[in-house]
């Protein structure tokens, strides 16, 4: 059974700091997706990012980016320029290729402070 | 294009009843997934449907129980309610293209059940 661990449940930064959120994944698949969605209060969850685990490449949405370490099974987010829309829980999650089984971690409160 | 919409959003029962979810997918997409979230538990797999079969269920007694239309709309019904059922249900739906494997969830806004 895959699990999913974000060892900060919350964190606060200024506007236009940049901040990263962690995410470790335990796992025996090889081949695999990783998600960071966020929720802000209205409670619509929203993709952020997603990176395939095949590819090396970490992926890069605008302000988003990632850093995959596949060996160490690490998967942070940084949110460069950080801006006060970007207040919500943040959760990391993984899907088996193939499947449309999302695993969750705990989820990170993000507060970006004006 | 009309995002994946439920309803109702919010709903009060009390404790043996039971209740009914409906999640409107994206046109298009025929999968269907439901999500418990709880400030004790996070987000749990509830199931997924596609093509009206279920094809993955989580670990979660026989009480839950759902099921998908042709039209790939999904209801899911919790009977005989508990406490403890008292929680955000997000549904999501997604192309399912298990080919290629690539698979993104989009989620509805969510339906608040509170049981009393």
């Known amino acids: 059974a895959q699990t999913v661990t974000q060892s900060q449940p919350e964190m606060s930064v200024q506007e236009a700091e940049t901040v990263t959120l962690s995410c470790t994944y335990d796992?025996?698949?090889?081949?695999?997706?990783l998600f960071w969605y966020k929720q802000p209060p209205s409670r619509q969850m929203i993709l952020v990012i997603r990176?395939?685990?095949?590819?090396?490449q970490n992926a890069t949405e605008n302000r988003f980016s990632v850093n995959f370490q596949k060996a160490a099974k690490s998967f942070s987010l940084k949110i460069s320029d950080s801006q006060l829309g970007d207040t919500a829980m943040y959760f990391c999650?993984?899907?088996?290729?193939?499947?449309?089984?999302?695993?969750f971690g705990q989820g990170t409160r993000l507060t970006i402070n004006p | 294009k009309a995002g994946v919409t439920q309803t109702p959003r919010y709903l009060i029962k009390t404790r043996g009843q039971q209740v009914t979810l409906s999640c409107s997918p994206i046109?298009?997409?025929?999968?269907v997934s439901w999500y418990q979230q709880t400030p004790g538990q996070g987000l749990q797999f509830l199931f997924e449907?596609?093509?009206?079969?279920?094809?993955n269920k989580g670990n979660f007694p026989g009480r839950f129980s759902g099921r998908q239309f042709s039209n790939s709309r999904s209801e899911m019904n919790v009977s005989t309610l508990e406490l403890g059922d008292s929680a955000l249900y997000l549904c999501?739906?997604?192309?399912?293209?298990?080919?290629?494997?690539?698979?993104?969830?989009?989620f509805g806004a969510g339906s608040r059940l509170t049981v009393l």
């Open positions: 999501a739906s997604s192309l399912s293209d298990s080919i290629s494997g690539a698979n993104v969830l989009t």
């Open positions: 796992t025996s698949e090889n081949n695999y997706y």
């Open positions: 990176q395939e685990a095949y590819k090396q």
């Open positions: 999650a993984f899907m088996k290729w193939g499947a449309q089984k999302l695993v």
């Open positions: 046109s298009g997409h025929r999968s």
């Open positions: 449907y596609f093509s009206e079969t279920q094809r």
